[in-house]
């Protein structure tokens, strides 16, 4: 009867684990991951969805446009000026 319930209690624990490492694991999948352009600039900390809305912000802040773009990050190799019509 012991070695029953004692396998009964592994096989219960057995399955929280495997619930808590499943939920865990959706949670990581689900995560959105978000996809931020902002200026390769040290003091310009603005980060945005897409490259209109930094684009803007740039002409309205009145930033020097003549820094590459990065996307999270990483460097487009395009300037702000390349999108400002004049």
Known sequence: ??????????????KRNRVRIFTTVNKLINK???????????????EFNNVNDLINDVIVSGMDP???????????????????VG
């Open 66 to 84: 003549n820094y590459e773009i990065t996307f999270n990050g990483i460097s487009t190799s395009e300037m702000a000026i390349d999108y400002i």
């Open 1 to 14: 009867m012991f070695v029953c319930m004692k396998r009964n209690m592994q096989s219960n624990l057995e």
């Open 32 to 46: 959105k991951i978000k996809h931020m352009y902002s200026l390769d600039c040290s003091y310009y900390k603005r």
